[in-house]
């Protein structure tokens, strides 16, 4: 099946520690996104990438890290400079960063993971 | 923040009725889309439309754009319990608006 993974669905932090959170995708694209939603609110978007070995930031880029080594893979590093990172973390992908209309290039979402620091 | 809004934040409707939200940006666009969020859950592609276009169907949706206002609606008809979510739009620079939470009641 081709699509977008997201892991873990559920973690915990306690204030202070750095986490990672997994975005994995084996749909060939180019580009890959990291938004942060939080409750009954809309995506904000921390960072992109629109190729391999490039990423840019996003709205809310501070707190966070990202890194692009495979085509595949888009991992997210919160730190502890997050002041306030409970939140649900939401990766995607698409063919292009910039939409061109073509049929099929909208953006794939995986399943999100909900981080809680205790 | 680039960021756009959709309103009403909230809607409860009956089921069989229709339902319409809306959504405005601040940018110009070449296209935007309206995706659909299960709670707790990933979002969902819905329906593109292009900034030549002023209305589009798919199935029970209906989306209409209007750049000269840089607004956007989302109607849909017949509603059914499983079309409760949110529903949110985004313009092709990957912006998202704030959601619409959609409730049928059965």
């Known amino acids: 099946d081709g699509g977008i993974t997201q892991s873990p669905k559920y973690l915990f932090r306690k204030e202070g520690q750095n986490v990672t959170l997994s975005c994995e995708q084996n749909?060939?694209?180019?580009?890959m996104y990291w938004y942060r939603q939080d409750p009954g609110q809309g995506l904000r978007l921390i960072y992109y990438?629109?190729?391999?070995?490039?990423?840019q930031k996003g709205d809310i880029a501070e707190g966070y890290s990202v890194s692009r080594e495979k085509k595949e893979s888009f991992p997210l590093t919160v730190t502890s400079a997050q002041k306030n990172p409970t939140a649900f973390y939401l990766c995607?992908?698409?063919?292009?960063?910039?939409?061109?209309?073509?049929?099929?290039?909208?953006?794939?979402f995986g399943p999100g993971t909900r981080l809680t620091v205790l | 923040s680039q960021q756009g809004e959709e309103d009403p934040q909230a809607l409860s409707i009956q089921e069989g009725e229709n339902a319409t939200m809306n959504c405005s940006y601040k940018?110009?666009?070449?296209?935007l889309q309206w995706y659909r969020q299960n709670s707790g859950r990933g979002l969902v592609h819905l329906i593109l439309?292009?900034?030549?276009?002023r209305e589009k169907h798919s199935g029970r949706l209906r989306v209409t754009l209007d750049t000269s206002k840089k607004s956007s609606s989302l109607l849909i008809t017949a509603s059914r319990a499983a079309d409760t979510a949110s529903y949110f739009c985004?313009?092709?620079?990957?912006?998202f608006g704030t959601g619409t939470r959609l409730k049928v009641l059965a």
């Open positions: 749909l060939n694209h180019d580009a």
């Open positions: 940018t110009s666009i070449n296209n």
């Open positions: 995607a992908s698409s063919i292009d960063f910039l939409d061109s209309g073509v049929v099929g290039d909208e953006q794939f």
């Open positions: 990438s629109q190729i391999v070995n490039d990423f």
């Open positions: 439309i292009r900034s030549n276009e």
């Open positions: 985004a313009t092709d620079k990957r912006i």
